[in-house]
């Protein structure tokens, strides 16, 4: 028969194994944005146009820079750089 100690011994190495997976998690998350990887201000989406049934055109702005970008089903492709953020006008 389980005794009251097992259970709590069970419970507790439970408990910690939780503790030490969150902790990690947390860990790796603070590692990414220290090294660049997850930083919303250094990647932003600023527009996308449909231009086929898998195709598109995104317009991104990586830091201080923005890219346009034709994207397929199977391929990414820069098709222009432009050195200095623009600010989009809608006429």
Known sequence: MID????LKVL?????VVALVLLLAAGAQVWRRNRGLLGDQDLE????????PKE???LLKVR?????LGVSAHQVR?????????ELRHE
């Open 4 to 7: 009251a100690t097992e259970i």
């Open 56 to 58: 598109r055109v995104v």
């Open 12 to 16: 507790l190495a439970l408990a910690a």
């Open 64 to 68: 201080e820079r923005e890219l346009l």
């Open 45 to 52: 989406v600023l527009s996308t146009a449909s231009v086929g």
């Open 78 to 86: 820069t098709l222009a750089e432009l050195p200095q953020a623009t």
